[in-house]
């Protein structure tokens, strides 16, 4: 089993920075790929963006923000410069084990815990 767990969350103001990152423990090395998505109230989670373990030059990513993977030490980063109040959501660091569609909520069948971040305007 694999366990996944976000952190980087907090206020940050409107045009700062961000970077999140989320560190997996247990079986890793049977991931195909790792994602974020972020979700707020009364909406659908939505995809922010994808990599591929094992070709970190196959990755997508949305909203400006750039996903980078760590293998080695078994990590995975979400940053983004000029943030904007409309990236406040919780994020989700998600994980799959298998060849998917890397943007589809419903491929993913490991999930952290979510870290809330909030930009102030």
């Known amino acids: 089993q694999v366990q996944l767990a976000e952190s980087g969350g907090g206020t940050v103001p409107a045009g700062g920075s961000l970077r999140l990152s989320c560190v997996a423990s247990g079986w890793v090395d049977s991931l195909y790929a790792m994602a974020w998505f972020r979700q707020t109230p009364g909406k659908e989670r939505e995809f922010v963006a994808a990599?591929?373990?094992?070709?970190p030059d196959n990755f997508l990513a949305n909203f400006g923000f750039i996903i980078s993977i760590d293998n080695p030490n078994n990590k995975m980063y979400l940053q983004k410069n000029n943030l904007n109040p409309t990236d406040t959501a919780v994020y989700y660091c998600a994980a799959v084990n298998r060849i998917v569609p890397l943007t589809r909520t419903t491929a993913y069948n490991l999930w952290g815990r979510g870290t809330q971040v909030t930009v102030s305007s």
């Open positions: 990599i591929s373990r094992s070709v």
